[in-house]
């Protein structure tokens, strides 16, 4: 899935983003670090990343077919969040990164989470979702082998990153506050955040449980009975 | 002059990046109360006193950040009293009130962005580096209503042939969870059915046009330029060290001579800047009223 359009501007970053713009970030605060600007910089790292991930999807042969399913997809974890108990953006980029590739795993997650807060709200935050789901969506694509083999290995796989995710954001949570980060205070937001996490879990757990063979026979099925 | 919200969305853009950048980076009393102050005065002069709950929510948020600072950071040097041996101080305090300033001052400078910058506006900036990312943005955001539709219609559907009863957990779950598969498989269907109608119509051949059409006209590069002006002043005068502070160990007050004052002047036109093209398009409206 080639995203940015001009060959140049996508080789030009792809060398850039790595080696020269991330560093001069996190050298420029370093040196502003006693006025403690953590939040920008890791603001200004977590947007190249994200941007590093799009350069680095590469031309393939697909048309417009799997462009539509992703954005059916991302449009289904938006729209799932309005049934009650259900919070399926986690489970559902899980699910597309097995069965569709890593980098529609990528999308899913990261535009889920643009899209979604354009109803909960937008935020210094959103940059942050993005690449944690959006990296949930990356890593379920490299691990598609055994997570399409067993349910046990999508459940485990869906609730580790349910919680590793809410680790992520309870790191931008430490930053906000204080825009210094402390073990002590992460630990009491990790600490209060538990049964956020706690609810997240388990509610990853019953929709793969329900949901991750069931979806993905869907999926494989339109993929076969399409060609996407 | 025409109302903030007619420019081109580039300067909204860059005006609203610049505006929550230099809060987040110039942590300085100054500066974070004109940031706030601006951006409150442009949510209000916008929307005046509507979502008043979501204001009591901020707030909240508001009150907790800034009590959260000194319980957990024990710099500084003005001590005011120990909580279980641990010293709640002055600076802290002051810090934490600040930091929580800034924070809201960034959310309410994103609730105005997000309130000016519609979808098809950010498609409009995007559509050009990469028209994939757009057409998937566009498609979803469009999605996100039927789908929310479709799925009550089908819940209503199920609930009307009986098939769970209410108040029961196992039984709703299980419900959200049909109908959640029926909507996947409907939502692929109708994907695959649109991409086919995207196709036949030539969807991709030759170069891709915008819904809604947004020139630069000369005001715009004029908003564009005093944003780009004001800031680099504030930036200048910022590396040049007018706004530095010293937070701990002890409170120093921030700078009041003539550098700083300048750059207090620019960050104040820049944080205020849509509120005065605001009031004053409001005003020139007015006028030409009582005239006719």
């Keep these: 899935m080639m995203v940015i359009k001009s060959a140049r501007l996508r080789t030009v970053l792809r060398w850039l983003i790595p080696f020269v713009l991330i560093p001069t970030a996190v050298i420029v605060g370093l040196l502003v670090l006693e006025q403690r600007q953590h939040l920008l910089v890791t603001l200004a790292v977590v947007l190249l990343s994200l941007l590093l991930f799009l350069c680095s999807f590469e031309k393939r042969a697909v048309g417009v077919r799997r462009q539509v399913i992703i954005a059916v997809m991302v449009a289904l974890s938006v729209a799932g969040r309005f049934i009650p108990f259900f919070k399926p953006v986690t489970a559902l980029t899980v699910i597309t990164g097995a069965y569709l590739g890593g980098e529609s795993g990528f999308l899913v997650g990261a535009l ?31 691990l598609s082998q055994p997570l399409r083999r067993s349910r046990a290995a999508i459940i485990v796989y869906g609730v580790i990153s349910g919680i590793v995710y809410s680790a992520v954001m309870d790191v931008w949570t430490v930053l906000s506050y204080d825009s210094g980060f402390t073990w002590s205070l992460y630990g009491a937001a990790l600490l209060t955040a538990l049964p956020h996490t706690a609810l997240y879990a388990v509610s990853n757990f019953i929709f793969l449980w329900l949901c991750a063979r069931p979806f993905g026979e869907k999926l494989e099925r339109v993929k076969k009975k399409y060609g996407v | 002059m025409r109302p903030f919200e007619d420019y081109n969305p580039f300067v909204h853009l860059v005006y609203f990046v610049s505006c929550s950048a230099i809060v987040m980076f110039f942590l300085q009393p100054v500066t974070v109360v004109l940031s706030l102050l601006g951006a409150l005065s442009l949510f209000f002069v916008r929307r005046r006193l509507a979502e008043g709950r979501s204001h009591l929510y901020s707030l909240a948020l508001f009150l907790v950040m800034a009590l959260l600072n000194p319980l957990f950071n024990h710099n500084g040097a003005t001590v005011l009293l120990l909580i279980n041996h641990n010293p709640i101080t002055l600076e802290a305090v002051v810090y934490g009130i600040f930091a929580a300033a800034m924070l809201l001052a960034v959310l309410y400078w994103f609730r105005t962005f997000s309130q000016i910058m519609s979808s098809d506006k950010l498609l409009y900036l995007f559509g050009g580096v990469s028209p994939k990312l757009a057409l998937i943005l566009s498609m979803a955001l469009r999605y996100v209503p039927l789908f929310a539709k479709q799925a009550k219609r089908v819940n209503d559907t199920q609930r009307a042939m009986g098939l769970y009863r209410e108040e029961n957990l196992i039984d709703n779950t299980r419900a959200g969870a049909r109908v959640f598969s029926v909507m996947v498989t409907w939502g692929l269907e109708n994907g695959i059915v649109t991409a086919d109608s995207m196709s036949a119509r030539g969807y991709g051949i030759g170069k891709r046009t915008q819904y809604t059409l947004y020139r630069f006209y000369r005001t715009d590069v004029l908003l564009l330029c005093t944003t780009l002006l004001l800031l680099s002043i504030v930036v200048v005068g910022g590396a040049l060290g007018a706004l530095d502070m010293q937070w701990y160990p002890t409170l120093r007050l921030p700078r009041t001579d003539a550098l700083a004052l300048v750059t207090y002047v620019a960050y104040a036109l820049l944080s205020f800047l849509p509120t005065i093209l605001e009031i004053g398009e409001r005003a020139r409206w007015n006028c030409l009223q009582s005239r006719i």
């Design chain 1, 112 to 142: 889920a989470a643009v899209i979604s807060n354009f109803y909960f709200g937008q935020g210094p935050w959103t940059p942050f979702q993005m690449l944690a789901w959006g990296l949930i969506g990356l890593f379920a694509g490299l």
